[in-house]
C-alpha cells in the first residue's frame, strides 16, 4: 500500500503537467478557431475599404489557414515538440507532395496569375473555350461561374488561364451588328432607310461612335445589308432585340421582300435536274 502511495505522489507531478497542457493545448485551439472567425470576417470587409472584391476570397483563405497553422504550432510547443524541426520536416513533406499534385499546384499559380493580372473580376461575364459565365469567384484552385443557363461551373485555375479569354463586360460599350437581307430586286437607299430609321427610333444606342450602314455582301440571290452600332454594354441585349423586333415590320411597310430558302428545279427529257447547287434565298 505504501509502495502504491510512493508511485501516485512521483506520477502525480506528471499527472498534473499533462492535464495542465492538454488544458492549455485546449484553450489555445479554442483561441484559434475564434482568431480565424475575426480574420475571416474582417478580410470579408476589406471590400468596404475599397479592395477589390475579386481579392478577398483568395486572401481569406490565406489568412484563415495562416492563423490555423500558428495555432498548431503553438499547441505542439506546448507539449514540447521541436517546431523547428517540424517545421523542416513539414517543408521537405511540402516538396515530396508538391512533386506528387504538380497540376493542383499549377491550379494554385494560375490562380495567383489571374489575380495578379486581372483580366477578369468578380461579376464579369467572361468566355474561355467553350463555357461562356459570369465569374462568381476566384480561389486558390478553381474559378467558379454561373452560366446564362443557371449551372454553376467550377474550372481549375490553370485550364481557365491556359485558354483565351474573352471578357464580354469589362469595356463600357459594345457594337451590336445587324444584317438585313432583300431580294435584288428590291430598291438599296429604302432598305439603308429602314436602317436609320430603327436607329433613331432606338435611344439607347450611342452616337459616339457613330452607327456605319453598308452593302455587306450580293449574295446568292438576295443583298445584305449591314448595321453596325453601339450601346452600353449592361443594355446590349435588350437594344439587339428591340432592333431584331421591329427590323421585319419596318421592311415589310416600306415593300421590301424579305428572301427564303428554296429550290429551282428544270425537267429534262422526263428527269429532274438540280441545276442550283446550292441552296438560295431568291423569292421567286
Known amino acids: 500500500m505504501d509502495g502504491l502511495k510512493a508511485q501516485l505522489e512521483e506520477l502525480w507531478p506528471v499527472v498534473m503537467e499533462v492535464g495542465l497542457n492538454v488544458l492549455w493545448a485546449l484553450m489555445a485551439l479554442v483561441v484559434t478557431w475564434i482568431a480565424a472567425k475575426i480574420v475571416s470576417r474582417a478580410v470579408n470587409r476589406l471590400t468596404e475599404r475599397g ?3 475579386t481579392l478577398v476570397p483568395v486572401l481569406e483563405t490565406l489568412a484563415v489557414w495562416g492563423t490555423y497553422v500558428v495555432g498548431g504550432l503553438v499547441v505542439l510547443d506546448i507539449f514540447g515538440a521541436n517546431t523547428t524541426s517540424l517545421v523542416a520536416l513539414l517543408g521537405a513533406a511540402g516538396l515530396a507532395i508538391g512533386l506528387a499534385l504538380k497540376d493542383t499546384l499549377q491550379s494554385i499559380a494560375a490562380g495567383f496569375v489571374l489575380l495578379g493580372l486581372r483580366p477578369f473580376r468578380v461579376g464579369e461575364t467572361i468566355q474561355f473555350g467553350s463555357i461562356i459565365g459570369t465569374v462568381r469567384k476566384i480561389g486558390l484552385f478553381t474559378t467558379e461561374l454561373d452560366t446564362p443557363d443557371g449551372l454553376r461551373i467550377s474550372a481549375p485555375n490553370d485550364k ?3 485558354e483565351t479569354l474573352t471578357n464580354f463586360t469589362r469595356n463600357a460599350s459594345r457594337r451590336i451588328e445587324i444584317i438585313a437581307s ?3 430586286g428590291d430598291d438599296i437607299e429604302t432598305g439603308m432607310r429602314v436602317l436609320r430609321n430603327l436607329v433613331a427610333e432606338e435611344p439607347r444606342i450611342l452616337t459616339d461612335p457613330e452607327p456605319a450602314y453598308a452593302v455587306r455582301a450580293l449574295a446568292d440571290s438576295s443583298v445584305n445589308l449591314h448595321l453596325r452600332a453601339w450601346a452600353k454594354t449592361d443594355e446590349y ?3 439587339y432585340w428591340a432592333l ?4 421585319k415590320p419596318a421592311l415589310e411597310a416600306e415593300g421590301l ?3 427564303f430558302p428554296q429550290r429551282e428545279l428544270h425537267i429534262v427529257n422526263g428527269a429532274e435536274k438540280n441545276i442550283s447547287k446550292a441552296e ?3 423569292q421567286e
Do not use: F, H, Q, S
Not at 244 to 247: G, T, W
Open 280 to 282: 438560295t434565298l431568291e
Open 244 to 247: 431584331m423586333k421591329k427590323l
Open 237 to 239: 441585349w435588350d437594344v
Open 160 to 162: 481557365v488561364w491556359g
Open 51 to 53: 479592395i477589390d472584391e
Open 182 to 184: 432583300i431580294a435584288y
Open 257 to 259: 421582300t424579305i428572301p
